[in-house]
């Protein structure tokens, strides 16, 4: 089970090792837990919002952290909800809140990718071979007056840079999982769970000698002595 004193003594190596915060995205969360969050307050946007989180993912913010470090940039806090944005902020702000909101009750409607859809994706060819059985597409709505969101029933966790995102399912038989999307309705399915999301991300930094390792790498794509 995570615990906080266990994800942060594994947070720290990773913060020594790389000290001068070089992995990519690691400058923005610094290898560092934000403070939970407050049970009542997660009760309070599933109330309002007609939702529930699954319960792992509910544990590691109310217990752990409120997101900080993890994959890529990140885990976006959920602290943030009531003011979740990249909208831009203007008189049409909180319309476009409320109905992303509304769509987080929404069923995540997903179709597995066929073979010849992969190049109207973002996702590899490559990747796709591999194991085609973790690729997805958005199930459009019939009615084009429909207004729907290829995210519909996710929540998004953090972001990958560029275009892609990692969200945790809310709704259908998905629910619980984690997806990366290419925001165009694509989706690859990334864990189980979140708890296998996130362990899998610590595993990575637990593991010091691969750790180095890939951080090497990622400078040597700037060393151009």
Same mark, same amino acid.
Request: charged residues 35%.
């Given at each position: ?11 720290? /190596? ?33 109330? /309002? ?18 997101? *900080?470090? !993890? ?31 509304? #769509? ?14 992969? !190049?109207?994706?973002?996702? #590899? ?8 059985? /973790? ?18 029933? #996710?929540?998004?966790? *953090? ?25 165009? *309705? !694509? ?16 595993? !990575? ?21």
């Amino acid at each position: 089970m995570l615990t906080r004193e266990k994800v942060e003594k594994i947070l720290d /190596k990773a913060r020594e090792i790389d000290s001068k915060l070089e992995m990519f995205g690691a400058e923005k969360h610094r290898y560092k837990l934000n403070p939970p969050v407050p049970e009542a307050f997660v009760r309070d946007v599933e109330k /309002k919002c007609g939702f529930t989180l699954p319960n792992d993912y509910r544990r590691f913010i109310t217990q752990v952290g409120d997101g *900080g470090a !993890g994959p890529d940039y990140g885990i976006d806090p959920f602290r943030g909800f009531w003011k979740y944005g990249y909208f831009q902020e203007d008189r049409f702000a909180e319309q476009r809140r409320k109905e992303w909101r509304r #769509s987080l009750t929404l069923p995540f409607s997903v179709r597995p990718m066929e073979p010849d859809e992969i !190049g109207e994706y973002a996702f #590899s060819k490559e990747a796709y071979q591999r194991q085609p059985e /973790k690729f997805f597409v958005w199930v459009e709505p019939e009615k084009e007056s429909d207004d729907r969101w290829c995210t519909d029933g #996710s929540y998004e966790l *953090g972001t990958c840079g560029c275009q892609w995102d990692h969200i945790l399912v809310l709704n259908g038989e998905h629910r619980g999982r984690v997806f990366t999307t290419d925001n165009e *309705g !694509g989706f690859a399915l990334d864990a189980y769970s979140f708890n296998e999301f996130y362990t899998r991300y610590l595993e !990575g930094l637990a593991d010091t000698k691969a750790f180095r390792e890939r951080l090497e790498q990622w400078r040597g794509r700037f060393d151009h002595r």
